[in-house]
């Protein structure tokens, strides 16, 4: 954070690596606000109680009443809202077919009929030997 030490008065942790590589106190670096003095002064007169409401005085000022909701505190919705009739947004297709069985219902990882991709590969390696054995 670019002025840092001119808003909080208060050096940062490059600076102060910087003082005490020069052999020099930080402290000394620091706003005088926030030094003992400086606080003792500050708390030295007494602070008041601020009385209760039923105690203020009575004003002849207009009541100031907040302003009207003009949207409800929560997040946007994102969705349209449909009406009851109307069909719910989903997938495009709600049909899956199984690329191995070429059968509508399920995909390949549930498929049970036809040759799972682990049986397929072994047919492959099987077939390729027995190929290369017959020449």
Request: aromatic share 8%; proline share 9%; glycine share 6%.
């Given at each position: 954070m670019y002025n840092?030490?001119?808003?909080?008065?208060?050096?940062?942790?490059?600076?102060?690596?910087?003082?005490?590589?020069?052999?020099?106190?930080?402290?000394?670096?620091?706003?005088?606000?926030?030094?003992?003095k400086m606080y003792k002064q500050a708390y030295a007169s007494i602070i008041r109680s601020i009385p209760d409401p039923e105690h203020w005085p009575e004003m002849q000022f207009?009541?100031?009443?907040?302003?009207?909701?003009k949207?409800?505190?929560?997040?946007?919705?994102?969705?349209?809202?449909?009406k009851a009739d109307e069909e719910q947004k989903g997938k495009k297709s709600k049909t899956v077919k199984c690329s191995i069985c070429k059968?509508?219902?399920?995909?390949?990882?549930?498929?049970?009929?036809?040759?799972?991709?682990?049986?397929k590969k072994g047919k492959r390696t099987i077939s390729t030997r027995s190929s290369s054995k017959a020449s």
């Open positions: 840092a030490w001119k808003i909080t008065g208060i050096p940062c942790k490059h600076a102060v690596r910087a003082i005490l590589h020069s052999s020099q106190d930080p402290i000394r670096f620091c706003s005088d606000w926030y030094s003992c207009p009541l100031i009443k907040p302003p009207m909701m949207r409800v505190i929560e997040r946007p919705i994102k969705n349209k809202k449909r059968e509508f219902g399920h995909n390949v990882k549930t498929c049970n009929g036809g040759l799972t991709a682990k049986q």
